[in-house]
Nanobody
Framework: QVQLVESGGGLVHAGDSLKLSCSAS????????MGWFRQRPGDDREFVAA????????FYAESVKGRFAISRDSAKDEVYLQMNSLKVDDTAIYFC??????????????WGQGTQVTVSS
């Protein structure tokens, strides 16, 4: 099994940028397609972004397209979520996710514990 750990969350102001990182233990991330989800206060967990195993394909929720960017670094065995032009509505717990096979964006096999991102006005 693989264990995912997120880092980089924190408190920022609207309009600022933040970069989240996801690392793994137990197994290398390189064997998985990866993704990011978030859960805003009072809401269900929702898809944010995903990246294919090789990194040639990316997918984004419409709410973050153009502002967020997912990437991966095979040498460092890490996955990132660069968040720009942050809005108060982006406040949420952000979760790293691993897909054994990237078929349905919601069919996640492994989850991280989450990192809090708070955007103030």
């Amino acid at each position: 099994q693989v264990q995912l750990v997120e880092s980089g969350g924190g408190l920022v102001h609207a309009g600022d940028s933040l970069k989240l990182s996801c690392s793994a233990s137990g197994r290398t991330i390189s064997r998985y397609a990866m993704g990011w989800f978030r859960q805003r206060p009072g809401d269900d967990r929702e898809f944010v972004a995903a990246i294919s195993r090789v990194g040639s394909n990316t997918f984004y929720a419409e709410s973050v397209k153009g502002r967020f960017a997912i990437s991966r670094d095979s040498a460092k065995d890490e996955v990132y979520l660069q968040m720009n032009s942050l809005k108060v509505d982006d406040t949420a717990i952000y979760f790293c996710a691993a897909y054994t096979e990237l078929t349905d964006l919601d069919e996640v096999d492994y989850w991280g514990q989450g990192t809090q991102v708070t955007v103030s006005s």
